[in-house]
């Protein structure tokens, strides 16, 4: 995977980009990137800015950070429940 560029580097090329004087495809290409790239981090700025609907970046961090702990509490969940069925099985005896 591509090594991501600074914060402040996209935020410059999207401003330069937002200006209009110049094609898209001249900018990505003085800037060294590629014009898909470009394409992605205007519309991630849109949306950031509200004159997009989407997901914001923190809101991506947030539904991120719930699906791990979703997944970890699954997993837990999960041992808990074998390790009762084991114990059920275990015929242990009465007082």
């Not at 590629?34 to 700025?45: C, I, P, R, T, V």
């Not at 979703?70 to 997993?75: C, G, K, M, N, S």
Request: aromatic content about 6%; charged content about 35%; overall charge positive.
């Amino acid at each position: 995977m591509a090594k991501p560029y600074p914060k402040e580097f996209r935020d410059d090329v999207v401003a330069v980009a937002r200006k209009g004087q110049v094609p898209l495809t001249q900018i990505a290409k003085d800037f060294g990137i590629s014009e898909g790239s470009l394409s992605n981090w205007m519309k991630q700025a849109d949306v950031e800015d509200g004159r997009r609907s989407g997901p914001t970046q923190a809101e991506r961090a947030e539904l991120r950070e719930a699906r791990k702990r979703i997944r970890v509490l699954e997993q837990e969940n999960e041992v808990l429940r074998r390790a009762a069925a084991y114990l059920a099985q275990a015929g242990l005896p009465g007082k």
